[in-house]
Each structure stands twice: as structure tokens, then as C-alpha cells.
């Protein structure tokens, strides 16, 4: 089992960046998938980036391909997202997530941070 905590969202404007990270505690973070999600009211959680176990081949969702960049340190625990040249449409509340298997879908995935909201100013 792990438990995971996001931090480092916030408020910014159209054009800026932010980094967030995700710390997770527990047994064997490196065998983990991770990815990054997000949600706004009203809609479905909507993938974001996924890294594998190790830092090769992300994927991502189009909608952030070429401005996000999804990392991973397995020394600290820790994966990270960071979020270049951001959109008003970014503006969600972001969620890292843990599990075995290398997919999109945000059923594939066993554990859950709490989220961490962003907003992005026009």
C-alpha cells in the first residue's frame, strides 16, 4: 500500500508555470505506475501523464503535450509535473495517482493523493 500527498498548486496566470509533486509513503514506490489526473466540477477525472517504473517513455494527454513533463525521483518518492506555458482551460484540481498497470484510464489505478488545486488566470 502507499499513500500519497500532492503539493505545490496554486494560482498563477495564463503563460506561467507551476511544479507540482506528489510524495508517497509505503512499501515499493519504484514498482509503481504513476500518473497525473485532473478534474474540474461537473466532469470526469481526465488523464494527464503517466511514467512507468522507470523514467522512460511518459505519455501524455495531447491537450499537454509539449507544455507538461511528468518526472520521477524513486530515491525520494517523489514524481513530479511540471506545467510550462499554462492555459486558463489547465484550471482543475490535479491528482497523482499509484498502480500496477501502465494505462490511461483513472480505473487502472489503486491509490489516490487528495489533490491540489490550479487556477489559471486569462
Known amino acids: 500500500q502507499v499513500q500519497l500527498v500532492e503539493s505545490g498548486g496554486g494560482l498563477v496566470q495564463a503563460g506561467g508555470s507551476l511544479r507540482l509533486s506528489c510524495a508517497a509513503s509505503?512499501?515499493?514506490?519504484?514498482?509503481?505506475?504513476m500518473g497525473w489526473f485532473r478534474q474540474t466540477p461537473g466532469k470526469e477525472r481526465e488523464f494527464v501523464a503517466v511514467?512507468?517504473?522507470?523514467?522512460?517513455?511518459?505519455v501524455y494527454a495531447d491537450s499537454v503535450k509539449g507544455r507538461f513533463t511528468i518526472s520521477r525521483d524513486n530515491a525520494k518518492d517523489t514524481v513530479y509535473l511540471q506545467m510550462n506555458s499554462l492555459k486558463p482551460e489547465d484550471t482543475a484540481v490535479y491528482y497523482c495517482?499509484?498502480?500496477?498497470?501502465?494505462?490511461?484510464?483513472?480505473?487502472?489505478?489503486?491509490?489516490w493523493g487528495q489533490g491540489t488545486q490550479v487556477t489559471v488566470s486569462s
Open positions: 495517482a499509484a498502480g500496477y498497470r501502465f494505462r490511461v484510464a483513472p480505473h487502472a489505478y489503486d491509490y
Open positions: 511514467i512507468p517504473w522507470s523514467t522512460s517513455s511518459p
Open positions: 509505503g512499501r515499493s514506490f519504484s514498482s509503481y505506475v
